[in-house]
């Protein structure tokens, strides 16, 4: 079974940064299961929606919620099972639990909705301090 587990989660100042990890487990060598679908960042603030942070599709391609462009960035190593986020410049409004997802497409299209990812993470906490 696919099992995804987050880390990196932390107390930082604004404008500081934090790297995220997700390590993915219980894959497969081919087929649906074998790490080549999109992978994303979700987030969800203190008492609200779970809203995309990024999505990243094996070959390359990333796309990116406007809130967080030009600070955070997504990257994924298929050798390793590993998604990470480099979030930088980090501000109070980006605290929030942390998701990593992932799915059995490889296309990241589309990818804004909890719908679209079928496996989740437990989430890391990121909270950032004025």
């Known amino acids: 079974q696919v099992r995804l587990v987050e880390s990196g989660g932390g107390s930082v100042l604004a404008g500081g940064s934090l790297r995220l990890s997700c390590a993915a487990s219980g894959l497969t060598d081919s087929g649906p299961t074998d790490g080549r679908g999109c992978m994303a960042w979700f987030r969800q603030p203190p008492g609200k929606e779970r809203e995309p942070v990024a999505a990243?599709?094996?070959?390359?391609?990333?796309t990116y919620a406007e809130s967080v462009k030009g600070r955070f960035s997504i990257s994924r190593d298929h050798a390793k099972r590993m998604l990470y986020l480099e979030m930088h410049a980090l501000e109070p409004e980006d605290t929030a639990m942390y998701f990593c997802a992932a799915r059995e497409l490889w296309s990241c299209d589309p990818w804004t909705a909890r719908h679209n990812f079928l496996y989740w993470g437990q989430g890391t906490q990121v909270t950032v301090s004025s």
């Open positions: 990243a599709e094996l070959g390359g391609d990333t």
